[in-house]
């Protein structure tokens, strides 16, 4: 009998071996799909994750704190700007399906990059606007669109937006994800009044990035 079992194991490793890329396959019969990670700061979160939470190839947008040096800060820290990290999101994406510089893109339409140490209404380096790389191709995308939207003449003040290193994210309190969707009114009403959108079109005009 122990012979027997032994011989069913070496052939059921066998067969795995022979058959794992199949069984690695998704439902749909395709490859699993290529998740990274990209990681923005551009005010308050809760306005950062709506235009990404809706782009097909976005798996996850988390909203939290990034660039700072305290473990574990709470949202009452990060606000009183004494820990030094910007109110952030950290994206998972497919990268077959959408590529980091159409992230970028929605990033940038998204911000205001000419206001150093603030984002609208709020002020202080916790709204900072950064760009968090997490590899050496995304910090080359990331500079490469900033000198490219530098030398389109669109602003007339120099953009101050970060392009920084990743280090620790923090995820925010669960009632700060995915706010839009569970504070529907109280949202609208922050992001009216805090001058987002008028903002936004002064610096892009008319857009269809989602807000």
């Not at 551009?42 to 709506?50: L, P, V």
């Not at 590899?135 to 937006?161: C, H, M, N, W, Y």
Request: net charge neutral.
């Amino acid at each position: 009998m122990h012979r027997k079992r032994l011989g069913f194991a070496a052939l059921f490793a066998a067969l795995a071996a022979t058959f794992a890329p199949a069984w690695a396959q998704t439902a749909g019969g395709g490859p699993p799909p290529q998740l990274a990670t990209a990681t923005f700061a551009g005010g308050c979160f809760w306005c950062m994750e709506s235009p990404f939470d809706k782009l097909d190839g976005i798996v996850s947008v988390t909203v939290g704190y990034a660039g700072g040096t305290k473990a574990n800060p709470t949202y009452e820290q990060v606000s009183a700007g004494s820990t030094g990290h910007a109110e952030s999101v950290e994206l998972q994406y497919d990268s077959a399906k959408i590529a980091y510089p159409k992230l970028l893109d929605v990033f940038w339409h998204n911000i205001d990059p000419v206001t150093a140490d603030a984002q609208f209404c709020d002020r202080g380096t916790q709204y900072r606007s950064a760009i968090f790389y997490h590899d050496e191709e995304q910090k080359r995308l990331a500079e490469a669109s900033k000198a490219e939207l530098a030398k389109s003449g669109r602003f007339k003040a120099p953009i101050v937006t970060e392009i920084v290193p990743a280090s620790r994210f923090w995820p925010a309190e669960d009632y700060h994800q995915h706010y839009y969707l569970k504070n529907p009114l109280r949202y609208k009403f922050y992001r009216t009044a805090c001058g987002r959108d008028r903002r936004l079109q002064e610096l892009w005009g008319a857009q269809d990035h989602p807000s």
